[in-house]
Nanobody
Framework: QVQLVESGGGLVQAGGSLRLSCAATGIIFSIKDMGWYRQAPGKQRELVARISAGGGKTNYADSVKGRFTISRDNAKNTVYLQMNSLKPEDTAVYYC????????WGKGALVTVSS
């Protein structure tokens, strides 16, 4: 059974930092691309960042380039999202995602950025 569990969300002031983690079980983590997505109130879910299975390839939404960094530790079956210089518009529920022919989502971690 595939499970993705996000952690590390919370309330932070604008300009602050948070690091999200997503721990995966039930998959061969080291061969799976992973992604972070977010959904703000009243908006569609959007891609934030993706990382290839080996970690050598990443891509980011334009809105977070230069502020967020996605990384992974295949020994710990965990993907991270380091978020710096947070803005109120980054407020959202953040989800991690993977696919094995079926798409799997975590339950999400709420990030709230106050102005």
């Amino acid at each position: 059974q595939v499970q993705l569990v996000e952690s590390g969300g919370g309330l932070v002031q604008a300009g602050g930092s948070l690091r999200l983690s997503c721990a995966a079980t039930g998959i061969i983590f080291s061969i799976k691309d992973m992604g972070w997505y977010r959904q703000a109130p009243g908006k569609q879910r959007e891609l934030v960042a993706r990382i290839s299975a080996g970690g050598g390839k990443t891509n980011y939404a334009d809105s977070v380039k230069g502020r967020f960094t996605i990384s992974r530790d295949n020994a710990k079956n965990t993907v991270y999202l380091q978020m710096n210089s947070l803005k109120p518009e980054d407020t959202a529920v953040y989800y991690c995602k993977t696919e094995t022919g079926i798409t799997y989502w975590g339950k999400g971690a709420l990030v709230t950025v106050s102005s």
